[in-house]
Structure formats: structure tokens, C-alpha cells
């Protein structure tokens, strides 16, 4: 009897599921989830950089746990050794090991990527959002401002802001953000000036609703999926910016094992000692490959008009 009961519970979920007609907004909300996560498992390459971004982000939170030695810890008597059965990925040029410093750095680049996507998404979003619905001089003023960020390079623009403000985590993240959230904001701003025209903008225009509640609880909520997908793509760009930044000492200060700083530091012995550079190396890059990948299958999930 209780094996039957459990054999249709499934039954009655995935036909609950996949319901031709929902009874209930919730029910819809699943139903959309439901396809959402089949349509993104259905692009490999999304799930797999999806499942190197899961391994990156529970070493990083684990790293206490999965290392082996002290990130600090130097001996000398033991620099520059390749990977052996107590370092597992060698030593550096300070007889650190390398693969303990790379399981926390991964906890400094995920902190760095995570933080300037939380600066930066509604700071896009809001400019973006005002800009296009409020229209006139506002618009006007906002996207020059955004043009005159747009002009340079974010990486050099990011580098004039942490050498003014100075170097460090904190300072580098700062930078990063004001470089990387005019391209959200006119993401968003093209968003709203196809969204705006909708019938249902002007229903509750003409009930009389402000233009900052049309825009917080109308338009936002269209452009947040596109804005989304948009910062989870830029993620690759931010992990290179904060990398670089690291690389010249503008970012993470030593001792801390920041990958660009860990790069930096073995950049004098890449001809005789390959690994020392190669490892953090390697790290940003597939970490910023799994962002790019991720992103193109949410870009395919979280698009309203993909067909």
C-alpha cells in the first residue's frame, strides 16, 4: 500500500505540473519554473559551467575544511616544489602552499564579483529604468553621464578610480562598480522604452499612479530577467578587472591570495616554475568561462520573448 502511495505521488506532482490550465497563480508560477529548468538543462553548456561555478563557490565556502596547510605559513626550505603528497599543487616562491592559497582566494574573487553585482544592478537599473520612462532632460542628462563612462575602458577607468581612492579590497570593488554599471543602466533604459508603451503602463497611468511607482513596481520587474542576465555575463569581465587590479597592486594586498596577486607573484618564474602562475591562471579563467555560460542559458531561461 505504501509503495503505491509513493509511486503516485510523482504521478500526481508532474501532472500537477504540467497542468494545461492552472487553478492558481501558484501553480503557475511552478509551472513556469518547471519549464524554465528543463529549457536550461536542455543547454549543456549552461549546466555545466553552472555545476564549476557550484564547485567554486562550496570550495571557497569549505576552504577552513579542505585545506591542507596555513595560506601564511612560509617555509623556505620547501619553495618551489612541484605537487607532491603534501602539497598538492607545489609550492611558491615563499614555500607556500599553492592549492590552500587557491581555495581562499577563490573566497576574495567570489566576494569581489558577488559584491559589485550587488552594487551595480540596481544602480543600472534605477538610472536605466528613470531615464527611459521619465524621458526629456532627465534622460538626456542621465545617458550623457553614461556615454562619458562608456569612453573609456573599464579596466583603465577602474584603475583611475583605485589609484585615486587607493589600493585595497574594499577600494577595488568601489572601482569595479562605478566602471561596470553604465552598460546595465542602458540595458535597462532600452527595456523601458519598449516596455513603456505597453497597454497596461497606461491602465495604471490613468488610475492614477506616479511615475516612481509605475517604475519601481511595473517596469523594474520587466527588465530585471535581461538585467540579470546581463550583469551574470559582465561577471567574466568583473573577475578579469578585479584580477587585473590584483596583478598590479592596486587590488588585494599580499599576503592575501588573491589569483591575480598569487599570478603576480609567480609571473618572475613562469619559464622554470610554470605552475606557480599557471594554477591561479587557470582558476580565473574557468571561473569566468562557468559566468559566461551560465549566462548565455539564463539568457535562453529569463528571456519573455524566447520562443
Known sequence: MTDSVNRATPTTLRSWLRAPAPATPFQARMQQMWLQWHRFCANHSALFGLLVLLVIALAALFAPLLA??????QDLAHRLHPPSADNWLGTDELGRDIYSRLLF???ITLYIAGLTAIIITPLGLIVGTSAGYIGGWVDTLLMRIVDIFLAFPSLILALAFVA???PGIENAIIAIAISSWPPIARLARAETL???KMDYIAAVRLQG?????IILRHIMPMCLPS???RVTMNMAAIILTAAGLGFLGLGAQAPSPEW???LA???EFMLNHGLIAAIPGLAILFTSLAFNLLGDGLRDVMDLRHE
Open 68 to 73: 591542507t596547510h596555513d595560506i601564511y605559513a
Open 105 to 107: 582566494g577563490a573566497r
Open 164 to 166: 585615486a581612492l587607493g
Open 194 to 196: 519598449s516596455v513603456r
Open 209 to 213: 499612479a506616479s511615475s516612481w511607482h
Open 227 to 229: 538585467v540579470v542576465v
Open 260 to 262: 591575480g596577486a598569487m
Open 265 to 267: 607573484s609567480g609571473r
